[in-house]
């Protein structure tokens, strides 16, 4: 009866730890793997979890293309995936590159439990428990010292599968599995085919409605955090006093954490583009810079906003900041699917949204020396979002359907503690248009200067 009822416990920790995150479904994640086993050239695929953080108290987050394949949060685990190959004849009167056809099949390695760690982690999954492949949908799950031989004997049933191994570039997992492989083949050390990244970038630009209702989330909690960021700014108050409330309130909203570390950039501090010290007391007649945003299971958002600490803007401040807004507005309405770019730091292309921002700002208001405020423009336009704040992307293609990016212009004036920036999040929908998913949140410096009032 004990026994029973510790085993019963021991279940419910085990579904309170796999489903403490939303998830898009199962199904979607089988996809994507296959998708994955359509681009790997007849090789296979072997990806390696994060491991855990030893002794240091920081929560583990997972390898993000792992998560993307498995949706699977938890260390310690490996994923393989092996395309369908049709049969080979043999070549005639050698006996030789015949082959069996092969069907698909993927295989979750997970590690054995051990007791000691979980008193400290909680407990875990592992291949044994019952019904491991329905919980995590995979079609197998084996025990990771099976991991072993299973490549072995893919490799030496099909010696052309060892020039067709993917793994990620830089994980020193799969570089002990190619040495420990081409020493047991006895071939020496094994090169990988090449990194898997470069096949998921494309895969994972392209958001599913499921990836774009966890963004939603991820967005309406921050739009909230920032909200009341917006009400406990004064002079006074110090930097990470608001970020702290911004925290506060995207994880009683949901989030999980930050989805990097919150910019509270005050006076002059406005002005340092990645400044998180987040040490200064604002005073009044500064401008602060606040770029916060949470991470609502795994999926990021990214928001920043311009305040007056005062509650009000001077009539400098205001222009400029207008002159922002103007810019970021003209990228949005110029934004065509297929077609536009992000980045292009020389502002030769008539395609990049950072050609238009950067044109509309010279074209509107001067510095102290009457000279244009392009030089003061000095980071690129956005990025994608995604499970990382700054997606994987190939910035020279331009954005189609299904993702999702930031427009976040800014200008930077150190002479004259002028620093604003303002950033949204924008999904580019099935019909090619842009949806701010950030809109409800305050754009005009009128409606800024309200929603600071208590
Ligand atoms: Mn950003």
């Known amino acids: 009866m004990k026994a029973h009822r510790w085993f019963a416990a021991a279940l419910a920790l085990i579904a309170c730890n796999l489903f403490a995150l939303d998830s898009v479904p199962k199904a979607e994640y089988h996809q994507r793997r296959e998708a994955l086993a359509g681009k790997l050239n007849g090789g296979f695929a072997l990806l390696y979890a994060a491991e855990e953080p030893v002794l240091d108290f920081m929560p583990y987050r997972q390898d993000e293309d792992f998560y993307y394949l498995s949706g699977w949060n938890e260390p310690g685990a490996a ?49 044994a428990t019952s ?38 570039k830089g994980s020193p997992q799969a570089d002990a599995t190619l040495n420990f492989l ?22 994972r630009a392209i958001k599913s409605s499921a990836e774009i209702e966890l963004i939603r989330k991820a967005t309406n909690a921050s739009i909230a955090a ?35 570390a919150p910019i509270v950039g005050s006076g002059p501090n406005a002005t340092t583009l990645h400044y998180s010290e987040n040490s200064r007391t ?14 609502y299971s795994m999926y990021a958002s990214d928001i920043t906003r311009t305040m007056p600490v005062n509650g009000h803007f001077t009539p400098r401040q205001r222009e400029i900041y207008e002159i922002v807004l103007g810019a970021q ?21 008539p395609d990049s949204l950072d050609t238009v921002a950067f044109n509309y700002i010279n074209e509107h208001g001067k510095d102290l020396h009457g000279q244009p405020l392009g030089q003061y423009m000095v980071h690129g336009i956005g990025h994608l979002v995604g499970i990382n704040v700054h997606d994987p992307w190939d910035y020279s293609k331009p954005l189609d359907k299904g993702m999702v990016f930031t427009i976040e212009p800014g200008l930077y004036i150190p002479e004259e503690h002028i620093g604003i920036r303002i ?31 208590p």
């Open 79 to 127: 994923l393989l995936v092996i395309p369908a190959v049709d049969a080979v004849a043999e070549t005639p009167g050698t006996g030789l590159g015949g082959r069996a056809a092969q069907a698909y099949r993927e295989i979750l390695f997970l590690p054995t439990r051990n007791p000691r760690m979980e008193k400290y982690t909680g407990p875990k999954m592992d291949a």
């Open 131 to 168: 019904g491991a492949a329905a919980t995590t949908g995979f079609d197998e799950v084996l025990p990771m010292t099976e991991l072993p031989s299973v490549l072995n004997k893919l490799v030496s049933s099909d010696r052309a599968r060892l020039r067709g191994m993917w793994t990620e």
């Open 182 to 203: 081409g020493a047991t083949l006895g071939v020496g050390s094994l090169e990988s085919s090449g990194d898997l990244a470069q096949l998921i970038v494309p895969i």
């Open 226 to 260: 920032q909200r009341a960021g917006m009400r406990a700014i004064r002079p006074g108050v110090r930097e990470r006093t608001v970020a702290g409330v911004e925290i506060a309130k995207m994880m009683q909203e949901g989030c999980e954490r930050p989805s990097y």
């Open 282 to 295: 604002m005073q009044s007649g500064d401008l602060v810079v606040i770029d916060e945003a949470g991470e």
């Open 329 to 349: 507005r003209a990228a949005a309405a110029a934004f065509v699917a297929g077609k536009s770019k992000i980045n292009d730091p020389l502002h030769k292309s």
């Open 423 to 453: 950033e949204d999040v924008f999904y580019i929908n099935s019909d090619g248009h842009l949806e701010d998913l950030v809109s409800p949140l305050p754009h005009e410096a009128s409606e800024i200067e309200s929603a600071m009032r």
